[in-house]
């Protein structure tokens, strides 16, 4: 009876120096390993990179920290290392070929189940969620990201985060493919608990601008705005009917049309208009403006 082969897959977390001495181990620059004497490096020209590092391991994991708005302490967690290997028996004889697909492989499994689509972040000291979701239907460049930022006027005094379908208890953050939050407040009876919402397909730093659009109204005066420039558009058409649902349907589809959003740049910190290419993904001068791209639509 042949010995049964195993794939391992295993992981473990990194802080700060951590990182420099696996990306040492890994890499393989130095010439003695004490942790692992058993490393030959006599065979370390056989290696591969099926992803070619494009800079130090600590500067990429530093570099996507940012870009996901996140903040960090000294002893958070920066890089997950995700080690993947079999019993001995499984490469015994094989071609480099071989081994390089089982690799392969692999990284297609640990980056369908590990990448995140959604990182949600809960700052408690700010009363403010901020993340971001790649989520979308196809079509759009590989960077593409809908960051987003929710300031509440409450101190939390519950906070979890979510991560597929669990809830994590005292948890600030969570990445994958399906996140959330869950927080609570300390109210009375009948007390109201506002939110202010942006979002941004530039970066999170844009997305904190651009929930400054909101100014420091209230809700109530937003409501009020937001009603005075509706009826404002609604009222460029008028028409007479004698049959009320003739006008309901005709308002309805009328507010319908001009309710998908349409300018697609954003005023940066500078005061200058960009916009998110979906055609490249870089963040370019000047506007660009969008309809609906959805089929069917003269039936809403």
Same mark, same amino acid.
């Given at each position: 009876m042949s010995k049964p082969q195993f794939a391992i897959l295993r992981f473990a977390k990194y802080k700060g120096p951590e990182i420099s001495n696996i990306e040492a181990h890994n890499e393989r620059t130095k010439e003695d390993y004490a942790s692992n004497p058993?490393? $030959?490096? &006599?065979?370390?020209?056989?290696?591969?990179?099926l992803v070619t590092p494009q800079r130090k391991y600590r500067a990429e994991s530093e570099k996507?920290?940012?870009?996901? +708005?996140?903040?960090?302490? &000294? $002893?958070s =967690?920066? /890089? @997950?290392?995700?080690?993947?290997?079999?019993?001995? #028996?499984?490469?015994? *004889?094989?071609?480099?070929?071989? !081994?390089?697909?089982?690799?392969? #492989?692999?990284?297609?499994?640990i980056r369908e189940h590990q990448d995140p689509k959604t990182i949600m972040k809960v700052i408690p000291e700010e009363n403010?969620?901020? +993340?971001?979701?790649?989520?979308? &239907? *196809? +079509? =759009?460049?590989?960077?593409?990201?809908?960051?987003? @930022?929710?300031?509440?006027?409450?101190?939390?005094?519950? =906070?979890?985060?979510?991560? #597929?379908?669990? %809830?994590?208890?005292?948890?600030? #953050?969570?990445?994958g493919n399906h996140t959330g939050a /869950? %927080?609570?407040?300390?109210?009375?009876?009948g007390e109201i608990v506002h939110a202010r919402v942006a979002s941004s397909f530039i970066s999170p730093e844009q997305a904190e601008l651009n929930l400054k659009e909101l100014g420091k109204n209230s809700f109530d005066q937003l409501v009020a705005n937001g009603r005075e420039i509706w009826n404002r558009?609604?009222?460029? !058409?008028? %028409?007479?009917?004698?049959? !009320?649902?003739?006008?309901?349907?005709?308002? &309805?589809?009328?507010?319908r049309s001009m309710l998908f959003p349409r300018s697609f740049y954003e005023i940066d910190a500078k005061g200058q208009v960009m916009h998110y290419s979906p055609y490249n993904g870089e963040v370019r001068p000047g506007y660009m403006f969008t309809?609906? +791209?959805?089929?069917?639509t003269q039936n809403l």
């Open positions: 058993d490393i $030959d490096k &006599s065979r370390s020209h056989l290696n591969f990179h996507q920290i940012a870009e996901a +708005g996140c903040r960090t302490r &000294s $002893d =967690v920066r /890089v @997950v290392e995700a080690l993947v290997t079999a019993s001995p #028996e499984f490469f015994k *004889g094989k071609k480099k070929a071989e !081994i390089k697909a089982y690799f392969q #492989e692999a990284l297609g499994f403010k969620i901020i +993340g971001y979701s790649t989520k979308n &239907s *196809g +079509g =759009v460049p590989e960077n593409f990201k809908n960051y987003f @930022v929710i300031q509440f006027d409450k101190p939390f005094t519950f =906070v979890s985060t979510v991560f #597929e379908n669990n %809830i994590l208890p005292n948890e600030t #953050e969570a990445k /869950v %927080i609570g407040f300390a109210t009375k009876k558009e609604m009222s460029k !058409i008028e %028409i007479e009917d004698d049959n !009320i649902d003739n006008l309901r349907t005709f308002y &309805s589809c009328l507010y309809d609906t +791209g959805f089929w069917d």
